[in-house]
C-alpha cells in the first residue's frame, strides 16, 4: 500500500448514508482507524437525520441538508475538545445515521385472547389484530435508550417491545371503556384512536413517534364464536314453535319424495298422528254435549215445512240420552227420563 492510499483511508472527506432497504433504523458510518478530514461535507438526506457522538457523549445533531464540517458547525464537539488550534486538524468521532421514514404496515396481534367484562354477556374473551405506523423522532433518544453504539439496529429488534406496549395499552382502554363486545365493530375507529393517544408517551420515551393504529378485526375464540352464532340464530328465528311447525312442514315433502328409510317412515307416523289428532279434534266438536237441542228439533226450526215430531211419539228423540223412540212411549226406554 503506498503513501497516498493510506492517507486517503485515514482521512474521510464525505459522510453520507444511502439506504439500500427498508430494514434499518440506525447506521454508523464506519470511522475505524479514519479521521474526519477538516472540511469534510456531511450530507444527510430528507428523511435522515445524522449524530455525532465523542468519547460516549451525544455531541452534535444534524437534520437534512449538506454541511462543511467546521467549527462553527459542531459547537458542542468542539467545546468538548478544547481544540487549541481552532478545529484546523482532522479529529476523530462517532457519526450515526438515522432513518426518520415512516414504517408503515406493522402489524400487531393479540398471542392469547384478552379477558374482558362484557356488560352483555359478562366476562368474554376476545382477540384483536391490526396495523400501526411510527417513525424515529428523536435521534438522540433513540441513541441513549435503543440503538446506542451498535453497527445497525434493525425494524425486526424493535416489533417485539411495541406490540407489546401497544397490546397492553388495549387491555387497558377496553377495561375502562366498557365497550360491549357487539359494539366494538361499530367503535374500532374510536377504539383505535384512543389507543394511540394513550401509547404515544410510551412511544416517545424511546424516541419514536406513534402515527397510526388500525384496528382491524375483534373476534372471539373459536369456541365461544359458535355460542354468540347460536344466540344470533335464536334472535332470527323468534318464536321457536312456530318455526318447529315450519320445519316439520317442510321436511314432509322431502320425506315422502325419498324411496323409504327409517326417516321416511317416521315422517310419515308422524303425520298420521297429526291427521288422526286433527280428525279426533274434529268429532269431538260435530257431536252433541248432553242439554243440546235435539237434531230434529234443531232441523225442524226456520220454517223448512216440516211437522215437529211430538216428544214421546214414534221416531221423536230422547232429549236426554238422544235414544231413538221407534214407538210411543211416555218414559225412555235407556234414561228412564219422562218424554212430553
Known sequence: MGILSFAKKQFIDILQWTEDGDDLLAWRFPTA??????????VVRETQKALFVDQGHVADLFGPGTYTIKTANLPVLTDIRHWDKLFESPFKSEVYFFSTRLRLNQT????NPLAIRDRE????RVRAFGVYSYRVNDAAVFFRNISGTRETYSVAELEGQLRSTLITTLTTHLGESQVPF???AANSDALGRAVLQKARPAFAALGLGLEEFQIQNVSLPEELQKRLDERIGMGIVGDLSRYTQFQVAQSIPTAAAAPGGAAGAGVGLGAGIAMGQAMSQG?????PRPGDPPAGAAATQGGGGTTPIAPGAAGSVCPRCQTRLDKPSKFCPECGAPQG
Open 108 to 111: 400487531w396481534g393479540t398471542a
Open 121 to 124: 354477556f359478562g366476562a368474554v
Open 182 to 184: 357487539l359494539d366494538m
Open 33 to 42: 482507524d479514519h479521521e474526519i478530514q477538516q472540511g469534510a461535507r456531511l
Open 283 to 287: 268429532i269431538n266438536q260435530a257431536a
